[in-house]
């Protein structure tokens, strides 16, 4: 009795051992990706209204169906004013072969491209974009500085990114990990950057040069993909955050 009973009280404590370090690793993980992620979004804006009445886009493109954002053709959608060091934090999904992307530091959307930075998205799944440089993958800023790694998910599981603008230094989180630092600063070139590979043509204003101000944008349906946004939110930062 005395063996059964000792045996039992071992494999109790064995469980709880085994629960806590489950736990521990739980507590572990969630303190991580508070550090990447906000927790508690209560104190930011949605970027855009659920009827997209304070959006600035061609008309007919972007559609909102129950939270969900996408667009039928390759244009834009922009916030309708100007923000200067804040923090966006969004889901996102993929389709197969998606290219689309999150646009900073706008001051020319009718000519975007090389008057803003934009932090991409992509199916880094799809033949297409695994094959390309590493600035052109998910989590890049485009065409200037690759990701750590490739953490986004298959195409149609939503992902979370959080992009953190602060003057010249942007900060990019994927799926509960950062995955990009930049200092506009360092990238004095619009044909090299400064690990020497080269910046895509069209891109042709250096980063150091490009005011940190700006309208935000989400590119549309390009390379033929749709792409799909929710829960598009944006804080203005203080100073001392």
């Not at 490739?150 to 900060?171: H, P, Q, Y």
């Not at 989400?218 to 799909?228: E, S, V």
Request: charged share 25%; hydrophobic share 40%; with cysteine.
């Amino acid at each position: 009795m005395f063996k059964l009973i000792k045996s039992g009280m071992m494999a109790l404590l064995l469980l709880a051992i085994m629960t806590s370090g489950v736990s521990a690793k739980d507590k572990k993980d969630k303190k991580k990706a508070d550090k990447v992620h906000p927790t508690n979004t209560d104190d930011y804006l949605n970027l855009f209204k659920a009827d997209l009445s304070d959006a600035t886009f061609k008309k007919g493109v972007w559609t909102s169906t129950k939270g969900v954002l996408t667009a039928s053709e390759d244009e834009a959608i922009w916030s309708n004013k100007e923000y200067k060091n804040f923090k966006i934090d969004l889901e996102f999904k993929t389709a197969a072969g998606t290219n689309s992307g999150v646009i900073v530091y706008c001051t020319d959307e009718k000519n975007w491209i090389p008057n803003s930075v934009e932090i991409q998205i992509a199916d880094d799944y799809a033949k297409q974009w695994a094959e390309s440089p590493k600035t052109w993958q998910c989590g890049a800023i485009f065409g200037h500085l690759a990701p750590t790694k490739s953490l986004v998910k298959k195409a149609g599981e939503w992902n979370r990114m959080t992009i953190t603008c602060k003057g010249k230094k942007i900060k990019v989180a994927l799926n509960d990990e950062v995955v990009n630092k930049m200092d506009m600063d360092l990238w004095t070139s619009a044909t090299k950057n400064p690990d020497g590979s080269e910046i895509p043509a069209w891109l042709s204003t250096p980063f150091n040069k490009l005011a940190t101000h700006g309208f935000i944008g989400l590119q549309g349906k390009h390379a033929g993909a749709p792409i799909f946004f929710r829960n598009v939110k944006i804080k203005e930062l203080k100073n001392e955050e």
